[in-house]
């Protein structure tokens, strides 16, 4: 793979993780959780997105030789758990768990009584756990970024790959911001159609960089080879 400048690397990991990919999924928690609250969970997710791009790319090549590891492998598994991820979205599965509320109290409490005795799970917690997989450890983006760091074989090139996967996080935290109210107000319906419509793009995606690492394997072979 030929190294790219920054600015073709922020290109690729817009594509990959960009706000197109992380808006449905805050959509999703925008139906249980206030417009501040939603910003909140973007700049958390941001900030840990950018800390865990930080670190793979800047220890790749560590991380490559210990795991034995390396572009075939990472190309397989990265495309093989976006499909599985993406086909849940298609078929209306969610895999993450709905952010819970404080428990309730006052007359609610009675009526709620069989859930009072499990322990409360602040909105926040569970709004960031719920952007675990599509934003923070997003493994399309994680793959990205060990392969290019990999490639590059430089400190300068690990460092502009970090730098290229924050300024991606911090677009997505942006835009998120911007559409936070935005998203309060989105009909549940569309954003089920818009879920499937998503996860049958990124099922083309997965099997995509999955062929990639077969045809890298040598199991297929390109047309004109």
């Known amino acids: ?53 930080a670190l793979c790319a800047l220890t790749a090549p560590w991380l490559a030789t210990f795991f034995h590891i390396g572009a075939i492998e990472l190309n397989l598994a990265a495309g093989l758990l976006l499909v599985i991820y993406a086909m849940a979205m298609v078929l209306g599965l969610h895999f993450d768990p709905e952010p819970a509320l404080e428990t309730p109290t006052g007359p609610d409490r009675e009526a709620d009584s069989d859930r009072a005795d499990a322990p409360p799970t602040h909105p926040l917690a569970g709004g960031f756990r ?71 793009l990124l099922v083309a995606v997965g099997v995509g960089v999955f062929l990639d690492g077969l045809t890298a394997l040598g199991v297929l072979h390109t047309h004109g080879h």
Request: cysteine-free; proline content about 2%; overall charge neutral.
């Open 130 to 200: 719920s952007m675990l997989l599509p934003f923070v450890v997003s493994p399309i983006a994680i793959a990205a970024v060990l392969e290019e760091s990999v490639t590059t074989g430089n400190w300068g090139g690990r460092w502009a790959v970090a730098g290229a996967f924050a300024l991606v996080a911090l677009v997505n935290m942006l835009i998120t911001w911007v559409f936070a109210s935005a998203l309060r107000r989105m009909n549940e319906s569309v954003l089920e159609v818009l879920s499937r419509l998503l996860g049958i």
């Open 1 to 53: 793979m030929v190294s790219l400048d920054v600015a073709d690397i922020f290109v690729t990991f817009l594509a990959l993780f960009g706000p197109q990919k992380v808006l449905l999924s805050f959509g999703r928690l925008a139906q249980t959780l206030d417009a501040r609250q939603i910003r909140a969970v973007a700049a958390a997710s941001a900030i840990a997105a950018a800390s865990v791009g």
